[in-house]
């Protein structure tokens, strides 16, 4: 239990900095990880990808389109 009681400001002196605490920030600048390090087996590689990249030789991707991009050729888009 505790006691709260007036004190005038006169009083009232404000605190020094040798009597605040002070907590270092934890910037270790790595995102916390939602999985542990031991669940992740291995990247995820879906047929379809593979599929598209087989496509490609009977319909090329068109002249100009981003280099870094997959292009998914008619017979894939629907």
């Avoid at 009083?11 to 605040?20: E, H, I, P, V, Y």
């Avoid at 087996?41 to 002249?63: G, K, M, N, S």
């Avoid at 280099?67 to 050729?73: A, G």
Wanted: aromatic share 10%; charged share 20%.
């Amino acid at each position: 239990m505790f006691t709260v009681s007036y004190r005038p400001g006169s009083k009232n002196g404000k605190a020094d900095t040798l009597s605040r605490q002070f907590e270092v920030p934890d910037d270790s600048g790595q995102p916390d990880l939602i999985l542990p390090v031991t669940a992740v087996l291995a990247p995820v590689q879906w047929d379809l990808v593979e599929e598209i990249q087989w496509a490609h030789a009977d319909e090329p991707p068109p002249t100009g389109y981003p280099p870094h991009k997959l292009f998914v050729p008619q017979q894939f888009r629907p």
